[in-house]
C-alpha cells in the first residue's frame, strides 16, 4: 500500500479544507470500501480526511414526517431503526440484504452511496479499464461479464453499481444532502449517480471536495407500502444479479395505483429508476397482467451482452413479484414492517 498522509477532521470547514489543500485526498468514514480498494492498489490517495468523528451520524424525525439519516450513520443503525422499519421497510430490508452485520456495522450512509464497481477487471490493475484509467479500453466487454449491465451502458464501460441502499432510496424518492467549498446543496437520489457515456471514470455528481452529509426520506404517504427484492449468486451476502425497489399507494377506491415507484438495481451503472413502467401503472389496476406489460416496456431498453440476457427475464420476474406482493398489502392493510 501507498504511505499516505491522515487528518481527523473536527468540522465540516476543516475537512473540506484539508480535501481542497492535500493534493489526491480521499474522505474516509466506515473505509469498507475504501481501505480494500487501496490494499489491491486501485486507490492511491495521498491523503486520507477522516470524517468519522463529525457529528452526522444523526437518524431524526422532521417536522412532516420526513427523516434525515446523517451522512456517517452507520448502516446496522438505520437498519434497526423503528421509524425507517415502520415507515420505508425498503430501505431496511435493502440494507440488511446488502453486507453481513459485521459490515453493516461500520458502513456508512455516504461511503454506501460512494461505493466503487465490484467489476473484477476494475480491480485487476492489469486489465484495461477506462473507469480506473480513463481511455485504456474497458477489457469486460470481450471477456467474462455476466454480472455485468443490460442498461445504460456505453462502450466505454458495463459496469454496474453494487450499491443496495442507493437502490431503495431512488425509490423512495430521497435526496442527498451535499457540502462543500461553495456551500450545500441538495440532489435527488435518482440524479446522483452517473450513467457511464464517455466518462465512467465519473461514478456521482458531485463537485470537488463534497461531502455527504445526509440522506433526506421524505414522509412516507398513508397506505403505502414499500419492499426490496433481490436476486444473487448465493443465499449468503453477495451482490445483486438484479434487485427491485418498489413502492405502491392505491387510490380511495382501493383498486387503482395512485403513486407507484419502481427501482432496479445491478442492471446498470446506476440505480435505474423505471419511469416507463410507472406511467403505465399509474391509475390502472395492478393486475398481473397489466403489471407484466409495464414492467416489460420498460426492460424494452435493455441491451443484454452476450452473456448476461438472463438478467432481463430475471428482473422483471422480480418486479412483477414485488409488484404484486405490495398489491395484495395495500389492498388488505398490512403492517409495512420487515
Given amino acids: 500500500m501507498k504511505p499516505f498522509a491522515y487528518v481527523r477532521a473536527t468540522s465540516l470547514q476543516e475537512a473540506a479544507a484539508a480535501h481542497a489543500g492535500l493534493p489526491g485526498s480521499r474522505y474516509l468514514a466506515g473505509g469498507t470500501n475504501l ?25 431524526e424525525e422532521l417536522p412532516g414526517g420526513a427523516l434525515r439519516i446523517g451522512g456517517t450513520a452507520r448502516n446496522s443503525d438505520i437498519a434497526a431503526h423503528p421509524l425507517v422499519r415502520t415507515r420505508h421497510p425498503a430501505l431496511a430490508q435493502a440494507l440488511l440484504a446488502g453486507a ?88 435527488p437520489a435518482t440524479a446522483f449517480h452517473r ?20 440522506v433526506l426520506l421524505p414522509a412516507a404517504a398513508s397506505g403505502a407500502v414499500s419492499l426490496y427484492r433481490k436476486a444473487r449468486e448465493r443465499a449468503s451476502y453477495a451482490f445483486a444479479l438484479a434487485s427491485v425497489a418498489a413502492v405502491l399507494e392505491l387510490g380511495p377506491d382501493g383498486r387503482r395505483v395512485h403513486r407507484v415507484a419502481l427501482a432496479f438495481g445491478g442492471l446498470a ?59 395484495r398489502q395495500a389492498q388488505d392493510g398490512q403492517p409495512r414492517t420487515p
Fill in 35 to 59: 481501505v480494500d480498494l487501496m490494499k489491491r492498489g486501485v486507490e492511491r490517495p495521498g491523503t486520507l480526511v477522516d470524517l468519522a468523528r463529525l457529528p452526522l451520524d444523526g437518524i
Fill in 100 to 187: 453481513s452485520a459485521q459490515l453493516r456495522n461500520a458502513a456508512t450512509t455516504g461511503g454506501n452511496l460512494l461505493q466503487r464497481t465490484r467489476c473484477a477487471y476494475f480491480q485487476d490493475l492489469a486489465a484495461a479499464c477506462n473507469k480506473r484509467d480513463p481511455g485504456t479500453g474497458c477489457a469486460a466487454r470481450d471477456a467474462v461479464h455476466r454480472d455485468h449491465a443490460v442498461l445504460g451502458h456505453s462502450e466505454h464501460c458495463i459496469a454496474t453499481h453494487p450499491s443496495d441502499m442507493a437502490v431503495a432510496l431512488a425509490a423512495l424518492d430521497a435526496e442527498v444532502e451535499l457540502h462543500g467549498e461553495e456551500g450545500a446543496r441538495t440532489v
Fill in 195 to 214: 450513467l457511464p457515456g464517455d466518462r465512467p471514470e465519473q461514478d456521482t455528481v458531485l463537485r470537488h471536495g463534497e461531502i455527504v452529509t445526509a
Fill in 269 to 327: 451503472h446506476r440505480p435505474w429508476r423505471a419511469a416507463t413502467a410507472e406511467a403505465r401503472l399509474t391509475g390502472t389496476e395492478p393486475t398481473a397482467e397489466a403489471v407484466r406489460e409495464a414492467v416489460e416496456a420498460e426492460l424494452a431498453q435493455a441491451r443484454p451482452l452476450r452473456d448476461n440476457a438472463y438478467k432481463v427475464p430475471l428482473a422483471r420476474n422480480l418486479a412483477c413479484d414485488a409488484l404484486a406482493t405490495l398489491a
